[in-house]
Each structure stands twice: as C-alpha cells, then as structure tokens.
C-alpha cells in the first residue's frame, strides 16, 4: 500500500506545544519512510523526552527495538518492505507491551479496524498537528506510568512492614534521623547496615519519602527470599522465550522503579553472577532483561541493606569488593534495641497505636511495669520482635511479661551452660521443668511454649520419673 502523495508536514502551535512534556525517563521509536517527518517528530520529541530514535521502515525499527527498549512507538502505516500493520503484528507477538501510535495519510475505516485489532493504540491521520501526537504521546506514557505505579502498590501492599517511622529519642536514632535528612534530597547510593529487625526498611523510606522521588515508586525487594535461578528475570525482567516457561516478556522490578527507587534488601545474599551484573546496571544505569539483546536506560536510585558484615564477605570472597564499594558510598548504622533501651516503652506505644485498630481491639496502656520489663528484655530479632510481642499482647488482651521472664530464662540457661560442668540433657531438663512450672504445671501450655509437641513432653517427663 503505496501514498499517492507525500503529506505536509505537521503544523506547530506554541500553546499547545508548551502543555506537554516532560518525559525524561521515557523512549519514543518514530517509524516513517519520509525523512521530514521522521526529522520534526524526533526534534519535537527530543526536547521532551530521554531518548528518541527513528527508521525509514519496518526492517530498521525491528533491529532498533531489538536492542533497545521503546515506551512508544509512533508507526506509519504506508512503509516500503513491510506494512506497519505488519510488523506491529510481529511486534506485539514478541512480546512488546508499550504503545503504538498508528499514522496514515488515508482515511480508511477498514485500515483502521485492521489496525486497531493489531494492537494499536491510537490512530491519527495525516496531515496532524504537533499537539495530536504530543497528546497521543502523553496518554500512552501516563497509561505506562500508571501500570508501574499500580503494580508497585500492590507489591507494596503485599510486602509491607509495619513500621511507617524512624521511632525514639536515644542519641543513636537522632544521629540516624540527621543522617536521612542530608541523604535524602541527594542521588547517591545508601547503604543501610544493623541486625535483622532493626527497621532498614524503615530508613530506605524515610530518605525515599524525603527525596524529590517521593511521587514515584518505591519498590522494596528481599534479595534472600527470591531463588538464585529467578532473581536476574526479577530484577531485570525477562524476553518471551528466554527460558522455559517465559511464555511472554516480562518487565523487572528496576523497570517498575523507574523515576524512583528500589530498596535491595539483604544484599549480601545475591549469587556472584548477579552481583556481576547489578555492578554494570549501578555503573551504566542499563538493564538488558534475560534473552534480550535491547538494552533499557534506568533513571532510577539504588538503597542496598544488610545485616552481615560485608567487609567480612569481601574479605571471604562471597561479596565483590568493586560492587561493595560501589553501594558504600555512604552509608547508615541502624543500632540494636538493646543499645538504645530508653526508647523501647516509646516504640511499642508506637505500635499499639498503629496495630490496635487493625486488629479491631482497644488499645493497652503501658504501665510503668511494663514498660520498665520491655527496657529489661535483649529482644534479639529487635523491633520486630517487639512488633510482634505488641500484636500478640492486643489479641491477648493483656501483655504477658511471664513470656518474656522465661524466654529470658531461656536464653540464661544456656549462657550458663557455657560456664558450668552440666551435660547438654541436664540444662535441657532444667529449661522444660523451668517452663512446666511458670505453665502452673498445664502440659499443653508448656509444650506450646517450648515449641514443641504435647507427646514429647510427656515422654520426656516419663523418662525423669515425673507423673501427673
């Protein structure tokens, strides 16, 4: 299908001009055989947008696309070679999920219906005005906008924490709080350190909601909790058919960051060939998705977390040193709870507060004994344990410190083993017996609380002569 005539160029209106744009994180691929107006769309869409590329035809789009990723592409429908019916079919059964902008200097309803079941987006004749395609161009990038934000909420929701704040008042957690100010409004790397529980996914918000990317995604991910053969096809993404069962392309989770940032959680735990490729992406601001030859421009801030000392894992050879340094470019210590006792009674009032009408339950005052218990408790897995003492307190209705005396207990026991001439049987008997006697002797209760079953209890009490 061959034009009669080559259309005018497209007019300009500097008002409507001036209402678009614009879209620094976004691609435009325009495909048209006349040279004029593959020139005017790319001058017009390169003031706004982060990259702009064109092609005479269907063939030299296919070899751009394979290389490099495309939110939209702006297609002519009369090409030499093949259509660009064509080639959006082909397009769009290899797996491209953004836009397609169809133009045409005929006024053909079946042409249009043709390219409309094609996949097509739009549809726009010609002779346009700049502010049709400028219009065209802005629907399809807010409809991408919006498919990233709302696949990042509802990852979000899936995963959320429930902290929503830096909580205390210790010289530890204001020192941190001053931290997160400076860091926020900058672009840099954040690496976040402290033990497991101690709230780093708390702090990557904080400077996330501090930073100019607060309107943009925020998107946390848990590098331990994903397998070693998914995580590169989550990170990056993947092409239809790059492995069994990729049945069609597939975006990654650096791609739904796009314009904000992504939180990499334990960090330490990535396998060496992604720490390899994580390294390029930190350096190139690049992805390329898993059997993919294309190439994807990221504008997106990297906060890394971890609970291990990654000086050790370098030293080890199960980190690389250049990524180490790379993600260390500032970082910040989040400290244990038991360094910062005095803030304790102030964090689980925090999550009282937050957890009581969730749970549909009234809130629990915290007494002075209370709170001077909870000062008193190591709380090993720190805020989260504490998160999770709170809830359990709600539902209970009351907060049951006899727990925390035991588990305490518990943890006494075996320093004290350490110490004392005692075979391991023997600390263990005294630790059930401990726990059966705080239970008020109810076997049920005890076992629960030892975290093991009634029947092994029992047995065990059988063997050091005890009846009931």
């Not at 006349?34 to 070899?63: K, M």
């Not at 394979?66 to 797996?95: C, M, T, Y």
């Not at 929503?164 to 210790?170: F, P």
């Not at 990729?246 to 396998?271: V, W």
Request: aromatic share 6%.
């Amino acid at each position: 299908m061959a034009e009669a005539a080559r259309a005018p160029l497209p007019e300009t209106d500097a008002a409507s001009d001036a209402a678009f744009g614009p879209w620094p994180q976004h691609s435009v691929l325009v495909v048209d055989d006349e040279e004029g107006v593959r020139s005017f769309l790319a001058r017009a869409l390169g003031n706004r947008c982060g990259l702009v590329e064109s092609a005479p035809s269907a063939e030299a789009a296919a070899e751009l696309a394979n290389r490099i990723h495309f939110d939209v592409v702006i297609l002519d429908i009369a090409l030499p070679g093949k259509s660009g019916v064509q080639w959006l079919r082909e397009l769009k059964a290899g797996g491209f999920a953004g836009d397609v902008i169809l133009v045409t200097a005929f006024a053909d309803i079946d042409t249009a219906i043709q390219a409309l079941r094609a996949g097509a987006s739009d549809f726009i004749l010609k002779p346009f005005r700049l502010d049709q395609i400028l219009a065209s161009v802005k629907r399809s990038i807010d409809r991408a906008r919006l498919v990233r934000e709302n696949f990042v909420l509802k990852r979000q929701l899936a995963e959320r924490s429930g902290d929503e704040g830096i909580v205390g008042q210790s010289e530890a957690i204001q020192q941190v709080r001053t931290m997160v100010r400076r860091l926020a409004p900058m672009p840099s790397t954040v690496l976040v350190l402290g033990e497991s529980g101690t709230g780093k996914e708390v702090v990557a918000r904080a400077l996330h909601q501090l930073s100019p990317r607060a309107s943009r995604p925020f998107v946390p991910v848990n590098c331990a909790a994903i397998p070693g053969d998914l995580i590169e096809s989550e990170l990056f993404g993947h092409a239809k058919g790059a492995f069994t069962g990729a049945a069609d392309a597939r975006n990654g989770l650096f791609y739904y960051a796009q314009g904000g940032t992504i939180f990499l959680d334990e960090i330490a735990d990535l396998p060496p060939v992604i720490q390899t490729k994580l390294l390029r992406v930190l350096e190139d601001r690049r992805i390329r998705p898993v059997g993919s030859n294309r190439e994807v421009p990221v504008d997106v801030r990297v906060i890394a977390a971890t609970n291990r000392d990654l000086v050790h894992e370098v030293e080890s050879g199960r980190f690389r040193e250049d990524l180490f340094y790379r993600l260390d470019v500032v970082s910040i210590r989040l400290p244990p709870l038991r360094e910062r006792p005095g803030d304790i009674a102030m964090l689980a009032r925090h999550f009282v507060l937050q957890l009581a009408p969730h749970l549909g339950v009234e809130a629990l005052p915290l007494t002075a004994d209370v709170a001077r218990a909870l000062a008193e408790y190591p709380w090993r897995g720190n805020a989260r344990e504490l998160r999770n003492f709170v809830e359990r307190s709600l539902i209970l209705g009351h907060y049951p410190l006899e727990a925390l005396a035991i588990e305490d207990a518990g943890s006494d026991v075996e320093a004290d083993a350490l110490d004392a001439p005692e075979s391991l049987a023997e600390v263990e008997k005294r630790h059930m017996l401990s726990v059966l006697e705080a239970a008020g002797g109810n076997k049920t209760e005890a076992a629960r609380r030892l975290g093991i079953s009634r029947k092994t209890l029992e047995r065990k009490c059988a063997l050091w002569g005890i009846r009931s």
